[in-house]
Protein backbone atom coordinates (compact mmCIF):
# COMPACT_ATOMS: atom_id res chain seq x y z
CA UNK A 1 0.00 0.00 0.00
CA UNK A 2 1.06 3.91 -1.14
CA UNK A 3 2.47 5.78 1.86
CA UNK A 4 0.44 8.43 2.76
CA UNK A 5 2.37 11.35 2.61
CA UNK A 6 -0.36 14.59 1.82
CA UNK A 7 -2.38 16.43 4.34
CA UNK A 8 -6.22 16.24 3.39
CA UNK A 9 -7.25 18.63 0.65
CA UNK A 10 -10.56 20.57 1.81
CA UNK A 11 -12.61 18.84 -0.97
CA UNK A 12 -11.74 15.34 1.06
CA UNK A 13 -12.47 16.87 4.18
CA UNK A 14 -15.98 18.15 3.03
CA UNK A 15 -16.68 15.14 1.20
CA UNK A 16 -16.07 13.08 5.16
CA UNK A 17 -18.08 15.83 7.25
CA UNK A 18 -21.10 14.99 4.74
CA UNK A 19 -20.93 11.65 6.28
CA UNK A 20 -20.51 12.38 9.42
CA UNK A 21 -16.49 11.91 9.99
CA UNK A 22 -14.88 14.45 11.67
CA UNK A 23 -12.71 15.28 14.77
CA UNK A 24 -14.64 13.80 17.51
CA UNK A 25 -14.19 13.43 21.25
CA UNK A 26 -17.63 12.20 22.88
CA UNK A 27 -15.57 12.99 26.65
CA UNK A 28 -15.76 16.77 25.94
CA UNK A 29 -19.58 17.35 25.87
CA UNK A 30 -20.03 14.61 28.44
CA UNK A 31 -17.31 16.39 30.78
CA UNK A 32 -18.76 19.52 30.69
CA UNK A 33 -22.59 17.98 30.71
CA UNK A 34 -21.07 16.06 33.72
CA UNK A 35 -19.81 19.64 35.75
CA UNK A 36 -23.31 21.90 34.35
CA UNK A 37 -25.89 18.83 35.26
CA UNK A 38 -24.61 18.17 39.23
CA UNK A 39 -23.48 21.91 39.47
CA UNK A 40 -26.68 23.52 38.96
CA UNK A 41 -28.27 20.50 40.96
CA UNK A 42 -26.47 22.05 43.55
CA UNK A 43 -26.54 25.35 42.92
CA UNK A 44 -30.12 24.44 43.25
CA UNK A 45 -29.95 22.57 46.31
CA UNK A 46 -32.25 25.23 48.64
CA UNK A 47 -35.07 25.44 46.09
CA UNK A 48 -35.29 21.84 45.57
CA UNK A 49 -35.14 21.40 49.35
CA UNK A 50 -38.19 24.34 49.90
CA UNK A 51 -40.47 22.80 47.22
CA UNK A 52 -39.32 18.69 48.49
CA UNK A 53 -40.51 19.98 52.17
CA UNK A 54 -43.60 21.73 50.82
CA UNK A 55 -44.82 18.50 48.73
CA UNK A 56 -44.05 16.40 51.97
CA UNK A 57 -46.09 18.38 54.12
CA UNK A 58 -48.66 18.36 51.41
CA UNK A 59 -48.68 14.73 51.59
CA UNK A 60 -49.03 13.90 54.79
CA UNK A 61 -52.06 16.72 55.56
CA UNK A 62 -53.57 14.96 52.82
CA UNK A 63 -53.78 11.64 55.60
CA UNK A 64 -56.80 10.78 56.87
CA UNK A 65 -58.67 13.04 54.26
CA UNK A 66 -62.44 11.16 53.66
CA UNK A 67 -62.14 12.34 49.53
CA UNK A 68 -59.76 9.74 48.80
CA UNK A 69 -60.00 9.80 45.08
CA UNK A 70 -59.37 13.57 45.41
CA UNK A 71 -56.16 12.98 47.67
CA UNK A 72 -54.35 10.51 45.00
CA UNK A 73 -55.63 13.24 42.28
CA UNK A 74 -53.93 15.88 44.31
CA UNK A 75 -50.62 13.74 45.23
CA UNK A 76 -49.92 13.54 41.66
CA UNK A 77 -50.93 16.83 40.12
CA UNK A 78 -48.31 18.18 43.34
CA UNK A 79 -45.66 15.34 42.19
CA UNK A 80 -45.39 16.08 38.62
CA UNK A 81 -45.08 20.23 39.49
CA UNK A 82 -42.64 18.80 41.69
CA UNK A 83 -40.78 17.54 39.19
CA UNK A 84 -41.27 20.09 36.60
CA UNK A 85 -40.32 23.46 39.20
CA UNK A 86 -37.10 21.24 40.39
CA UNK A 87 -36.10 19.04 36.97
CA UNK A 88 -36.57 21.30 34.19
CA UNK A 89 -34.08 23.86 34.71
CA UNK A 90 -31.56 21.27 35.05
CA UNK A 91 -32.77 19.37 32.10
CA UNK A 92 -32.62 22.81 30.05
CA UNK A 93 -29.42 24.03 31.44
CA UNK A 94 -27.54 20.23 30.35
CA UNK A 95 -28.84 19.70 27.11
CA UNK A 96 -27.86 23.91 26.19
CA UNK A 97 -24.70 23.50 27.36
CA UNK A 98 -24.53 20.16 25.70
CA UNK A 99 -24.75 21.34 22.49
CA UNK A 100 -23.36 24.76 22.80
CA UNK A 101 -19.79 22.53 23.43
CA UNK A 102 -20.64 20.00 20.45
CA UNK A 103 -20.83 22.87 18.40
CA UNK A 104 -17.89 24.95 18.97
CA UNK A 105 -15.64 21.82 18.98
CA UNK A 106 -16.96 20.03 15.98
CA UNK A 107 -18.85 22.98 14.07
CA UNK A 108 -22.48 22.47 12.32
CA UNK A 109 -22.76 18.79 10.98
CA UNK A 110 -25.83 17.83 9.21
CA UNK A 111 -24.63 14.55 7.36
CA UNK A 112 -27.52 12.84 5.53
CA UNK A 113 -25.31 10.23 4.24
CA UNK A 114 -24.89 8.93 7.77
CA UNK A 115 -27.98 7.82 7.81
CA UNK A 116 -28.10 5.39 4.20
CA UNK A 117 -28.20 1.89 4.96
CA UNK A 118 -24.94 0.14 4.01
CA UNK A 119 -24.80 -3.70 3.91
CA UNK A 120 -21.31 -3.38 5.60
CA UNK A 121 -22.63 -2.29 8.71
CA UNK A 122 -24.75 -6.10 9.03
CA UNK A 123 -21.47 -7.98 8.38
CA UNK A 124 -20.57 -9.51 11.50
CA UNK A 125 -16.98 -10.93 10.57
CA UNK A 126 -16.28 -6.78 10.02
CA UNK A 127 -18.32 -5.74 13.61
CA UNK A 128 -15.95 -8.74 15.15
CA UNK A 129 -12.68 -7.41 13.65
CA UNK A 130 -14.06 -3.62 15.17
CA UNK A 131 -14.22 -4.67 17.95
CA UNK A 132 -10.30 -5.40 18.20
CA UNK A 133 -9.15 -2.34 16.38
CA UNK A 134 -6.78 0.07 18.48
CA UNK A 135 -9.16 3.16 19.05
CA UNK A 136 -11.65 0.24 21.04
CA UNK A 137 -9.02 -0.58 22.83
CA UNK A 138 -7.61 3.09 23.91
CA UNK A 139 -11.42 3.94 24.85
CA UNK A 140 -11.65 0.74 26.80
CA UNK A 141 -8.62 1.87 28.69
CA UNK A 142 -9.32 6.00 28.66
CA UNK A 143 -12.60 4.65 30.73
CA UNK A 144 -10.36 2.78 33.17
CA UNK A 145 -8.34 5.72 33.87
CA UNK A 146 -11.60 7.97 34.77
CA UNK A 147 -13.49 5.59 36.53
CA UNK A 148 -9.61 4.84 38.64
CA UNK A 149 -8.99 8.62 38.87
CA UNK A 150 -12.39 9.46 39.66
CA UNK A 151 -12.04 6.99 42.82
CA UNK A 152 -9.00 8.08 43.96
CA UNK A 153 -10.17 11.68 43.91
CA UNK A 154 -13.39 10.97 45.67
CA UNK A 155 -11.69 9.21 48.22
CA UNK A 156 -9.37 11.78 48.90
CA UNK A 157 -11.93 14.26 49.64
CA UNK A 158 -13.92 11.62 51.72
CA UNK A 159 -10.88 11.46 53.95
CA UNK A 160 -10.80 14.95 54.56
CA UNK A 161 -14.16 15.46 55.29
CA UNK A 162 -14.88 12.18 57.33
CA UNK A 163 -14.62 14.17 60.53
CA UNK A 164 -17.17 16.96 59.42
CA UNK A 165 -19.76 13.92 57.58
CA UNK A 166 -19.42 11.62 61.30
CA UNK A 167 -20.53 14.55 63.33
CA UNK A 168 -23.69 15.38 60.75
CA UNK A 169 -25.28 12.35 62.90
CA UNK A 170 -25.88 14.79 65.50
CA UNK A 171 -26.85 17.55 63.95
CA UNK A 172 -30.41 19.48 62.81
CA UNK A 173 -31.23 18.54 59.38
CA UNK A 174 -30.64 21.70 57.92
CA UNK A 175 -26.89 22.16 59.25
CA UNK A 176 -26.18 18.36 57.74
CA UNK A 177 -28.01 18.95 54.66
CA UNK A 178 -25.39 21.95 54.28
CA UNK A 179 -22.34 19.95 54.97
CA UNK A 180 -23.25 17.12 52.46
CA UNK A 181 -23.61 19.82 49.84
CA UNK A 182 -20.44 21.71 50.77
CA UNK A 183 -18.89 17.75 50.45
CA UNK A 184 -20.66 17.17 47.53
CA UNK A 185 -19.29 21.01 45.81
CA UNK A 186 -15.67 19.35 46.17
CA UNK A 187 -16.23 16.23 45.15
CA UNK A 188 -17.81 17.75 41.39
CA UNK A 189 -15.12 20.53 41.26
CA UNK A 190 -12.25 17.72 41.41
CA UNK A 191 -13.98 15.03 39.79
CA UNK A 192 -15.46 17.60 37.04
CA UNK A 193 -12.10 19.13 36.42
CA UNK A 194 -10.31 15.79 36.05
CA UNK A 195 -13.12 14.77 33.58
CA UNK A 196 -12.74 18.22 31.83
CA UNK A 197 -8.78 17.49 31.75
CA UNK A 198 -8.72 14.59 30.21
CA UNK A 199 -11.96 15.40 27.35
CA UNK A 200 -9.58 18.45 26.42
CA UNK A 201 -6.36 15.71 26.30
CA UNK A 202 -8.90 13.54 24.04
CA UNK A 203 -9.91 16.12 21.62
CA UNK A 204 -6.25 16.99 21.05
CA UNK A 205 -5.86 13.42 20.50
CA UNK A 206 -8.77 12.71 18.46
CA UNK A 207 -7.64 15.82 16.13
CA UNK A 208 -4.44 15.08 15.69
CA UNK A 209 -5.60 11.10 14.61
CA UNK A 210 -8.18 12.09 12.48
CA UNK A 211 -6.05 14.12 10.58
CA UNK A 212 -3.79 11.24 9.89
CA UNK A 213 -6.57 9.07 9.03
CA UNK A 214 -7.72 11.48 6.55
CA UNK A 215 -3.82 11.95 4.51
CA UNK A 216 -3.79 11.61 0.96
CA UNK A 217 -1.73 9.34 -1.34
CA UNK A 218 -0.22 10.40 -3.83
CA UNK A 219 -2.24 9.37 -6.49
CA UNK A 220 -5.33 10.45 -4.18
CA UNK A 221 -4.47 14.03 -4.88
CA UNK A 222 -3.71 12.96 -8.87
CA UNK A 223 -6.95 11.52 -9.15
CA UNK A 224 -9.05 14.78 -7.23
CA UNK A 225 -6.58 16.93 -9.55
CA UNK A 226 -8.09 15.00 -12.53
CA UNK A 227 -11.56 15.20 -11.33
CA UNK A 228 -11.49 18.83 -10.15
CA UNK A 229 -10.33 19.48 -14.06
CA UNK A 230 -13.62 18.64 -15.26
CA UNK A 231 -15.55 20.08 -13.00
CA UNK A 232 -17.42 23.30 -14.96
CA UNK A 233 -17.78 25.52 -11.59
CA UNK A 234 -13.73 25.51 -11.07
CA UNK A 235 -13.10 25.81 -14.48
CA UNK A 236 -15.67 28.94 -14.81
CA UNK A 237 -14.12 30.35 -11.59
CA UNK A 238 -10.77 30.39 -12.72
CA UNK A 239 -11.67 31.39 -16.25
CA UNK A 240 -13.06 34.34 -14.69
CA UNK A 241 -10.40 35.34 -12.46
CA UNK A 242 -8.65 35.26 -15.84
CA UNK A 243 -10.49 37.43 -17.77
CA UNK A 244 -10.24 39.56 -14.38
CA UNK A 245 -6.47 39.73 -14.65
CA UNK A 246 -6.34 40.06 -18.44
CA UNK A 247 -7.97 43.51 -18.25
CA UNK A 248 -5.92 44.61 -15.02
CA UNK A 249 -2.25 45.81 -15.39
CA UNK A 250 -1.11 43.41 -17.86
CA UNK A 251 0.49 39.83 -18.20
CA UNK A 252 2.56 40.05 -14.91
CA UNK A 253 -0.89 41.22 -12.87
CA UNK A 254 -1.22 37.51 -11.60
CA UNK A 255 1.84 37.35 -9.91
CA UNK A 256 0.69 38.77 -6.88
CA UNK A 257 -1.03 35.70 -6.02
CA UNK A 258 1.55 33.57 -6.35
CA UNK A 259 3.83 31.66 -3.74
CA UNK A 260 6.63 31.31 -5.59
CA UNK A 261 8.03 32.22 -9.27
CA UNK A 262 10.30 29.79 -11.08
CA UNK A 263 12.54 31.03 -13.66
CA UNK A 264 15.27 29.56 -16.50
CA UNK A 265 16.65 31.89 -14.97
CA UNK A 266 16.94 34.88 -17.50
CA UNK A 267 14.36 33.53 -20.46
CA UNK A 268 11.73 31.92 -18.27
CA UNK A 269 9.47 32.97 -15.60
CA UNK A 270 6.29 30.92 -14.65
CA UNK A 271 4.08 32.42 -10.84
CA UNK A 272 3.06 29.35 -8.45
CA UNK A 273 0.19 29.93 -6.38
CA UNK A 274 -1.72 27.46 -4.54
CA UNK A 275 -5.19 28.01 -2.56
CA UNK A 276 -6.03 25.08 -0.78
CA UNK A 277 -9.01 26.27 -0.01
CA UNK A 278 -10.22 26.57 -3.31
CA UNK A 279 -8.56 24.91 -5.43
CA UNK A 280 -6.93 21.45 -4.93
CA UNK A 281 -3.36 21.86 -6.81
CA UNK A 282 -1.28 24.37 -7.30
CA UNK A 283 -2.38 26.43 -10.78
CA UNK A 284 -0.19 28.59 -12.96
CA UNK A 285 -0.87 32.55 -12.28
CA UNK A 286 1.64 34.15 -14.45
CA UNK A 287 3.94 32.86 -17.46
CA UNK A 288 6.20 34.91 -20.25
CA UNK A 289 9.34 34.79 -21.89
CA UNK A 290 12.12 36.78 -22.19
CA UNK A 291 10.51 40.74 -21.27
CA UNK A 292 7.68 39.32 -19.66
CA UNK A 293 9.38 36.68 -17.56
CA UNK A 294 11.71 39.98 -16.48
CA UNK A 295 8.25 41.61 -15.48
CA UNK A 296 7.20 38.67 -13.28
CA UNK A 297 10.86 38.62 -12.38
CA UNK A 298 10.10 42.18 -10.52
CA UNK A 299 6.24 41.92 -10.09
CA UNK A 300 7.50 38.60 -7.59
CA UNK A 301 10.65 40.83 -6.04
CA UNK A 302 8.00 43.95 -5.26
CA UNK A 303 5.52 41.62 -3.40
CA UNK A 304 8.25 39.73 -1.76
CA UNK A 305 7.67 36.57 -3.45
CA UNK A 306 10.49 34.16 -3.40
CA UNK A 307 12.23 33.37 -6.99
CA UNK A 308 14.00 29.72 -7.90
CA UNK A 309 16.24 29.33 -10.56
CA UNK A 310 14.94 25.34 -11.71
CA UNK A 311 16.02 25.25 -15.78
CA UNK A 312 14.22 22.08 -16.18
CA UNK A 313 11.08 23.00 -13.95
CA UNK A 314 10.79 26.36 -15.86
CA UNK A 315 10.91 24.25 -19.59
CA UNK A 316 8.55 21.93 -18.12
CA UNK A 317 5.62 24.13 -16.91
CA UNK A 318 6.05 26.98 -20.11
CA UNK A 319 5.88 23.98 -22.63
CA UNK A 320 3.08 21.88 -21.15
CA UNK A 321 1.02 24.21 -18.91
CA UNK A 322 -0.63 27.68 -19.36
CA UNK A 323 -2.48 30.30 -17.21
CA UNK A 324 -4.55 29.56 -14.64
CA UNK A 325 -4.12 25.66 -15.62
CA UNK A 326 -3.28 23.69 -12.45
CA UNK A 327 0.10 22.45 -12.59
CA UNK A 328 1.08 19.76 -14.84
CA UNK A 329 0.53 16.08 -13.70
CA UNK A 330 4.05 15.51 -14.08
CA UNK A 331 5.66 18.75 -12.67
CA UNK A 332 3.67 17.71 -8.86
CA UNK A 333 6.40 16.31 -6.92
CA UNK A 334 8.77 19.32 -8.11
CA UNK A 335 6.26 21.70 -7.27
CA UNK A 336 5.17 20.69 -4.03
CA UNK A 337 8.64 20.57 -2.75
CA UNK A 338 9.16 23.80 -3.66
CA UNK A 339 5.94 25.14 -1.98
CA UNK A 340 7.39 23.02 1.29
CA UNK A 341 10.46 24.99 0.81
CA UNK A 342 8.36 28.00 0.42
CA UNK A 343 6.28 27.25 3.65
CA UNK A 344 9.09 26.19 5.95
CA UNK A 345 10.86 30.23 5.15
CA UNK A 346 11.41 31.70 8.82
CA UNK A 347 9.40 35.21 8.73
CA UNK A 348 12.69 36.65 10.64
CA UNK A 349 14.97 35.86 7.07
CA UNK A 350 12.15 38.03 4.93
CA UNK A 351 14.73 40.25 3.67
CA UNK A 352 16.03 37.25 2.20
CA UNK A 353 12.87 35.86 0.00
CA UNK A 354 13.75 38.02 -2.73
CA UNK A 355 16.87 36.01 -3.46
CA UNK A 356 17.16 34.00 -6.22
CA UNK A 357 17.33 30.59 -5.00
CA UNK A 358 18.85 27.52 -7.29
CA UNK A 359 17.75 24.48 -6.20
CA UNK A 360 19.71 21.09 -8.19
Known amino acids: MAEKTDKASPKKLRDARKKGQVARSQDAPAAFTFVVSIATTLVMSKWIYTNLSAFVITLFSSIGVDDRAGAVAAFFGEAYMLIFRTALPVMVATAFLGSLV ?6 PTFAPE ?3 PDIKKFNPVSNIKAKFKFKTLFELIKQLFKII ?3 FLIYGVMKN ?3 D ?13 S ?6 LQVILRVGLFFVAVALADLIYQRKNFAKEMMMEKHEVKQEYKNSEGDPQIKGKRKQLAQEMAYSSGPAAGVKEGKAVITNPTHLAIAIAYEPEEYPL ?8 DSVAHMIVLEAKKHDIPVLRNIALAHKLYEEGDVWDFIPDASYEAVAEILRWVKSLDPANEDNNNDDKEKE
Open 102 to 107: NFVLIG
Open 114 to 116: AFK
Open 149 to 151: GAV
Open 161 to 163: SAG
Open 165 to 177: LIHTLNMPLPAAF
Open 179 to 184: IYISFL
Open 282 to 289: PYICALGQ
